[in-house]
């Protein structure tokens, strides 16, 4: 594996949460804070107990980032944020481009700069390709965000998306075991998209690698659940060492239980 390395010695911010956290307004997307910031809509775990109502449009999710995931109103579908363009990857296999008055219950997004890249090879499983991801984090700082994109022109891909619920809402894990249609697609090409939180962030989202995929004809996508090709790919990090977490103000996030791990619940959902 090669590792080049373009930029280092970054400082992090604290964290600071609260109806919008952290100080959004007085940053700048003209070189300033705001594009080395990781902006989340809510927390991993609110979406996992089942609070899938949006309160953050695309139109201003856009704002804050050209590259992430998440989803969409009452679950509907997965999302993939790339080059500026948010993608919804829907249940019946479709993608689309989101609508910009389409509200966000979850996402997490960032302006992309390239910090460093590695080149990948002959990667036979999804552990696989996150081990590789993982090395190279650990050989640059593991206790940092980072979200990297991978551009594969030649892959096998198992993804999922999510059919819309109703309220009452089951939470994610109960939802998916009626409700998760998967997708194969082999020999096509495309780009992953994957963020990464360090253990200590385990209570704000999914520790280790989320990873989403879109084809690169943007008709096929969602949330990669298994992945395999014996193509060369680059996959280029960036490191981002300030965090925004912009809260619900709902009843029912308000009120409900978020005292799990999220990283274990997607675990034994994918698996």
Known sequence: MKAII???????QALAI???????DSYSTDGGAERETMYQVSTLQSLMVGNYDGFV?????RGHGNIGLGTFQ???????????????????????????????????????DSDFACTIENVRSLDELTGWL????????????????????????LVRSVVPQDKPCRPLAQALLTDQCCFTYNGTGGTIVAVYFPKFFNMQN?????????????????????????APMEAHFDRTPYFNMYMPQSDDFARCDLDCDSHEDIVTVEK
Request: hydrophobic residues 40%; negative net charge.
């Open 6 to 12: 373009k930029r280092a010695g970054i400082a992090i």
């Open 18 to 24: 609260g109806t919008v956290c952290g100080c959004r």
């Open 57 to 61: 449009s695309v139109s201003e999710l």
């Open 74 to 112: 009452r679950a509907d579908g997965e999302m993939i944020v790339l080059d500026g363009t948010v993608y919804q990857a829907r249940s019946d296999g479709s993608v689309l481009v989101a609508d910009d008055s389409l509200d966000v219950p979850f996402a997490t997004v960032t302006f992309f």
């Open 134 to 157: 993982t090395e190279t984090v650990q050989a640059n700082g593991q206790n940092l965000i980072y979200i990297a994109r991978i551009d594969v022109q030649d892959c096998n891909v």
């Open 206 to 230: 999914a520790t280790g690698w989320h990873c989403h995929f879109i084809s690169g004809d943007r008709t096929k996508g969602g949330h990669l659940l298994g992945f395999s090709s014996a």
